[in-house]
């Protein structure tokens, strides 16, 4: 079988406005990327990101630096999780031939491939959130939903994503409170061998900041620093 060329982007801690806008700028420029894209990240500070349709007043506010994301989902607080994004161009087969829930189970078993080689066994959930649940204020890590990860019935891993002509964004978060093999160096050598054996693909290294970065400070400053994004209603 033909392995996929891939690229991996080992990025560095960064503030929440600019670890959105460097991942809404990977996803317009997507077309122009070499291949698909697995950036691996942190947070530089206290944060709380938050879901696209989510209400700011929901959101906690003391003692967290706060983002509204380009994805849904709920409240995710990141002082204790990894996080990953995938990024794909608009021809590629997860986004020509899978539908939307069907590619979060193939990426997430990605991750799950991932996790089992740290000695970490999870299933993927197979239930939808509840009707009852509201979405406006809910925590992502506390309300489960079809093909995020658990771990004795607890989630550990989940993700959300957004589609445009431009490409797919698919952010990930990875619980690590509880597990002291789960963090960020273990993390960031397991995650491209599951892609790897997933996909299956290869990966090579590759830094597209020189490429996004003038759109990268644009949406930083304009956007996801601004009120007007993050506590739209």
């Known amino acids: 079988m033909t ?3 891939w690229f991996l ?5 960064h503030s929440p406005a600019r670890n959105m806008a460097i991942d809404e700028a ?3 420029s997507a077309i122009d990327l070499p291949g698909p894209l697995l950036r691996l990240y942190e947070w530089s500070t206290n944060s709380i990101s938050f879901g696209y349709t989510q209400k700011f007043e929901r959101i906690p506010q003391e003692g967290y630096d706060l983002v509204r994301r380009p994805t ?5 607080y990141h002082q204790h999780h990894f996080t990953y994004t995938v990024v794909l161009p608009p021809k590629h087969w997860i986004v020509k031939e899978t539908k939307p829930v069907e590619s979060y189970a193939y990426l997430n078993r990605c991750v799950q491939s991932a996790l089992q080689s740290l000695s970490l066994t999870s ?3 197979q239930e939808e959130i509840p009707k009852s649940v509201d979405r406006a204020g809910m925590v992502c ?4 939903t079809r093909y995020d990860l658990l771990s004795d019935e607890k989630k550990i891993a989940g993700s959300a994503q957004r589609r445009s002509k431009l490409g797919m964004l698919h952010q990930g ?6 597990h002291d093999f789960l ?3 273990a993390l960031r050598e397991v995650m491209p061998l599951g892609f790897e054996k997933i996909i299956p693909c290869e990966f090579e290294d590759y830094s597209p900041l020189e490429m996004i970065k003038q759109r990268v400070d644009e949406l930083e400053k304009d956007k996801y620093l601004s009120s007007k994004w993050n506590q739209k209603r």
Do not use: Y
């Open 3 to 5: 392995k996929e060329k």
């Open 9 to 13: 982007w080992q990025d560095d801690q």
């Open 26 to 28: 990977l996803m317009e």
């Open 72 to 76: 849904g989902g709920g409240i995710v």
């Open 123 to 125: 299933s993927l959930a």
């Open 141 to 144: 890590f506390v309300t489960p």
């Open 173 to 178: 978060s990875i619980e690590c409170e509880g």
């Open 183 to 185: 963090n960020a160096a």
